[in-house]
C-alpha cells in the first residue's frame, strides 16, 4: 500500500489517514508500506521529505533505542516541544516554554545493555530490536560518549560468564564516571544459586582487564578497583550500585543551574526526590536543604559527600518513600521553596499536600511531561501559576523529553 505521511505522531511513526502508522517517515513523505491493521512496516520512500537526514547509525532501524534519526534537527526538536506544548494544553495550561536545551550525539553516560549467551569469550550484547525481544548485537552506538562505544568489546567479554544458567537474560547498566565505568548487573538467574565461585572470579578477572572500576551484581560487589564518583556542584558523591544519574551531564549542569536560578532569593529548601543530590548541593549554596529520597542508599551517599563540599548553608537528609508517605503540608510550614523530580510515574500525592502548603515557590523536574501536566494541574488549581517551562533533550533520537518547571503562588 502507498500512503501519505501527514504528522509525525506522539511515538515518533509517521500517521497517514485511518489513522495508519508507519516507522521512519516523516509529515509530507508518500511511502511504500506492507503489513494490516494500524501499523505498518516500510519498504521504501518514493518520495522524500525535504527534512530527511542519512541517520548515523548503521544499526538505524532495526535497533529499538532510536527512532527519529532520520530527522534534520531543527524540526526534530521543534515537533518535541510541539508535543510538550500539545500535553500542557490537554490540561488547558498555558505557559511560557523557553528555548531547548539540546544534547548531542556522544554525550550519554549511561546506557543499559542486553546480552545473551554468545561463545565462552564474548557474549552477544546490544539493545533490544524494535517491538521485538530479539536482541540486536551492537557495534556502536551514536548516543554514547565515545569511553562507552569504545568499552563495548570489553563488556561483551565481561559478560560472556555470566550464562550458566538456561534463563538468565541479564543487563548491564553501564555508567560512565569521571573515575572511570562502573557496571551493576541484572537478570542473573539466582534459584539456582547465583553465579558459581568459578563464574565470579572469571567476572573479576575480566573486569581488572576491560579497565572497569566496579561491577556489582544486583547490588553486590563482583570487582572493586576504586569508588565510582561524581561532582554534583560543589561535592563529589561517592556512587552506590545501580544509582541514579541524568543521562548526560551536560544536560545534568544546564537543569541544575535553572534549578538554582529558580530557588534564588530562598529561605528554606526542600528537595524532594533528591536521589544522591543532583540538585541538593546546588540549593544549599542559596539557603538550608532538607532532602529526601526513597533510596536509603542514594541518601547514605548524599550525606557521605557534605564532608567534601564545605561553605554551604547546612543539609539534612532522610530515606523516606514520598509515594506512600509524602512530606506534609505542616512539615513544610517553614519551607518556601520545593523542587521536586520524581520518577517517571510523577507525585499526585505530593502534589496534594504542596496545594495545601503555604510554600510560596515549586520547581518540578520530569522526564514524563503526561505527569507532570496532571500534577501541575493539581497545583494550579490550589492557586500556583506555572511561569515558564525549560525544555530539555537529553534522550537523543527518541520520542521522550524532560522538563524543568517553575510554580509560584
Known sequence: MELVIEAVGGEGDGVAAGPVYAPFTLAGERVLVSGSGERRDLIEVLEASPERVVPPCPHFGVCGGCALQHWAPEPYLAWKVARLAGTLARQHIETEILAPFATGPGTRRRVALHARSGSREAARLGYKARKSWDLVEIAVCPIADPALQAAIPALKRLAAPLFEHPKSAPTLHVTLTPTGIDVEITG??????????????????????????????????????????????????????????????????????????????????????????????????????????????????????????????????????????????????????????????????????????????????????????????????????????????????????????????
Not at 541544575?256 to 546546588?282: M, N, S
Not at 564532608?307 to 503540608?329: K, N, Y
Not at 522526564?367 to 500534577?375: G, L
Open 188 to 409: 542473573v538467574e539466582k534459584k539456582s544459586g547465583g553465579l558459581s565461585a568459578d563464574a565470579r572470579v572469571a567476572l573479576a578477572e575480566r573486569a581488572a582487564a576491560g579497565g572497569f572500576i566496579r561491577v556489582t551484581l544486583d547490588g553486590e560487589a563482583a570487582y572493586l578497583a576504586r569508588q565510582p564518583q561524581v561532582r554534583l556542584g560543589p561535592a563529589m558523591v561517592a556512587l552506590p550500585p545501580g544509582a541514579f544519574l541524568q543521562a548526560t551531564p551536560q544536560a545534568e549542569r544546564a537543569m541544575a543551574a535553572f534549578v538554582a536560578e529558580a530557588a534564588a532569593g530562598a529561605g528554606r529548601i526542600a528537595d524532594l526526590y533528591c536521589g544522591v543530590g543532583t540538585f541538593t548541593f546546588g540549593l544549599a549554596g542559596i539557603a538550608p536543604v532538607h532532602a529526601a529520597d526513597g533510596s536509603a542508599e542514594a541518601v547514605h551517599a548524599l550525606s557521605s559527600a557534605l564532608a567534601s563540599a564545605p561553605g554551604l548553608h547546612g543539609v539534612t537528609a532522610e530515606a523516606r518513600d514520598l509515594t506512600r508517605r509524602p512530606m506534609l503540608a505542616q512539615e513544610l510550614r517553614k519551607t518556601d521553596v520545593v523542587v521536586l523530580d520524581p520518577p517517571r510515574a510523577g507525585a499526585i500525592e505530593q502534589s496534594r499536600e504542596l496545594a495545601a502548603s503555604k510554600v510560596a515557590r515549586v520547581i518540578g523536574v520530569s522526564c514524563s511531561p503526561a505527569t507532570f501536566a496532571r500534577d501541575a494541574r493539581t497545583l494550579i488549581d490550589a492557586g500556583f501559576t506555572l511561569e515558564r517551562v525549560l525544555p530539555v533533550d537529553q534522550f537523543l533520537w527518541s520520542p521522550h523529553i524532560e522538563l524543568v518547571g517553575v510554580f509560584s503562588r
